[in-house]
């Protein structure tokens, strides 16, 4: 079957830098899409990676390890807005979409 | 960058009643659209994918007959909640994907559609 792992929740303190990692075995590869997600608010494109590397873009970086399976999302300079959910999802070989669970980032002064 | 406009954004209704949520890509073309339910504090849920002039394709578990869906053209897609209850209660979102859809074009989201049925 299909899927991806991601932590449930995570803890950061304003100002500092977290990591989320994720962890997908699916069907196909074609790419794998971060999205931030508010509560009560639809997703929003962070990022895409296809290749193996980092992907940098602003205060957000993601990187991809294809031949291990794996992602991470990098937040660095920590603000109270960043707190949100963060959705790692991966596109098969069908073109689909795979998502994860989301991460919780809970981020404190 | 690409929009993605959803409407309603909040829908309360005695049960019994059917819903049309719309769904519009306003500045792309969108073969393909997708529907999305998320209950509180949980993730993402397919519904259905739909393409431009055809049929949908609904996920496992997922009424094609309670929840239909109509893609009449490359810039909008309605889902219909028939006859809703309560259970039916839930955050409807949808996202469209890029005409030419390979490659690092990500699906845009709508802002999603409230639904409380009484």
């Known amino acids: 079957g299909q899927n991806i792992d991601q932590p449930t929740e995570m803890t950061a303190t304003e100002g500092a830098i977290v990591q989320i990692n994720c962890t997908y075995q699916?069907?196909?590869?074609?790419?794998l899409f971060w999205y931030q997600q508010h509560a009560g608010e639809a997703p929003t494109f962070l990022s895409y990676n296809v290749l193996d590397g980092l992907e940098e873009k602003g205060r957000f970086s993601s990187f991809l390890s294809r031949s291990k399976g794996y992602s991470y999302l990098l937040l660095k300079e920590l603000q109270m807005k960043d707190s949100a959910s963060y959705l790692c999802a991966v596109r098969d070989s069908n073109y689909q979409l795979i998502w994860g669970a989301g991460t919780k980032l809970i981020i404190k002064p | 960058g690409a929009v993605v406009s959803q409407h309603p954004s909040r829908v309360i209704c005695k049960s019994g009643t059917s819903v049309k949520i719309e769904c519009r890509s306003l500045?792309?073309?969108?073969?393909?659209m997708f529907w999305y339910r998320q209950f509180p504090k949980q993730s993402l849920m397919l519904m259905a994918t739909s393409n431009e002039g055809s049929k949908a394709t609904y996920e496992q578990g997922v009424e094609k007959d309670k929840f239909l869906i109509n893609h009449a053209s490359l810039t909008l897609s309605t889902l219909t909640v028939t006859s809703a209850h309560p259970e039916d209660s839930s955050f409807y979102i949808c996202?469209?994907?890029?005409?030419?859809?390979?490659?690092?074009?990500?699906?845009?989201f709508g802002d999603g559609t409230r639904l409380s049925i009484l």
């Open positions: 500045d792309f073309q969108a073969t393909t």
């Open positions: 996202s469209a994907r890029h005409l030419q859809g390979a490659g690092n074009q990500p699906q845009h």
């Open positions: 699916t069907s196909g590869f074609n790419g």
